[in-house]
């Protein structure tokens, strides 16, 4: 089993900045991919952005390029989001997640087998 807990919400003002962290533990090598989703109420669940384990390449939301980083530290078993010059409509839970599948399309949130319960981040205009 993996287990994923996210840290590092909060509430900040609209321009402000956040760094998401994502502790990983349990049998790491079970997973190839991570990703961040959010979810805002009322709302589905929206990929944030991905990268593979063994890579660093990364793959973003069009809402968020340019804003926010994905990164991972694989020997501390971390997962990172680097969020910058907010917006109050990135108001939501933010979800860290892990999963096996290789192929697909990265925001489908059912290639992801492993969840963290979420860290809340509200944005205030």
């Known amino acids: 089993q993996v287990q994923l807990v996210e840290s590092g919400g909060g509430s900040v003002q609209a321009g402000g900045s956040l760094r998401l962290t994502c502790t990983v533990s349990g049998y790491t090598r079970t997973y190839y991919r991570m990703a961040w989703f959010r979810q805002a109420p009322g709302k589905e669940r929206d990929g944030v952005a991905h990268i593979y384990t063994g890579s660093t390449d990364t793959v973003y939301a069009d809402s968020v390029k340019g804003r926010f980083t994905i990164s991972r530290d694989n020997a501390k078993n971390m997962l990172y989001l680097q969020m910058n010059s907010l917006k109050p409509e990135d108001t939501a839970m933010y979800y860290c997640?892990?999963?096996?599948?290789?192929?697909?399309?990265?925001?489908?949130?059912?290639?992801?087998?492993?969840w963290g319960l979420g860290t809340q981040v509200t944005v205030s205009s």
């Open positions: 997640s892990a999963g096996s599948a290789y192929g697909g399309r990265w925001s489908d949130s059912g290639l992801y087998k492993y």
